[in-house]
């Protein structure tokens, strides 16, 4: 089992950024590797960032690609959205996730991933 909970969230105008934190926790949680996927109403929940299966390399949707950036804290269990230069259209519910390491998975879909956090709103106003 691995328990996950974002924080971070917020309101803020285009071209501001936000942090958003997942603090990941349970006795497998070195078992998986961590990423980020948002969700707006009404639209499926799409891939935004995370690592590769050894944590030395990063993935991030074209759409974030130069503007956000995924990192970690292995000694803290924790994992970070830094988010810049923000736009209307990044408004979601942002949710981190974790999949298993022990198989081959595919990193951008949301079925690859075991466990979710219960999301973070991030709102950005024109």
């Known amino acids: 089992q691995v328990q996950l909970v974002e924080s971070g969230g917020g309101l803020v105008q285009a071209g501001g950024s936000l942090r958003l934190s997942c603090a990941a926790s349970?006795?497998?949680?070195?078992?998986?590797?961590m990423g980020w996927f948002r969700q707006a109403p009404g639209k499926e929940r799409d891939f935004v960032a995370t690592?590769?299966?050894?944590?030395?390399?990063?993935y991030y949707a074209d759409s974030v690609k130069g503007r956000f950036t995924i990192s970690r804290d292995n000694a803290k269990n924790m994992v970070y959205l830094q988010m810049n230069r923000l736009k209307p259209e990044d408004t979601a519910v942002y949710y981190c996730?974790?999949?298993?390491?022990?198989?081959?998975?595919?990193?951008?879909?949301?079925?690859?991933?075991?466990?979710w956090g219960q999301g973070t709103q991030v709102t950005v106003s024109s």
């Open positions: 690592f590769n299966w050894s944590g030395a390399a990063t």
């Open positions: 349970g006795r497998t949680v070195k078992s998986y590797a």
């Open positions: 996730a974790a999949r298993f390491l022990g198989r081959s998975t595919n990193y951008a879909s949301s079925r690859d991933y075991a466990y």
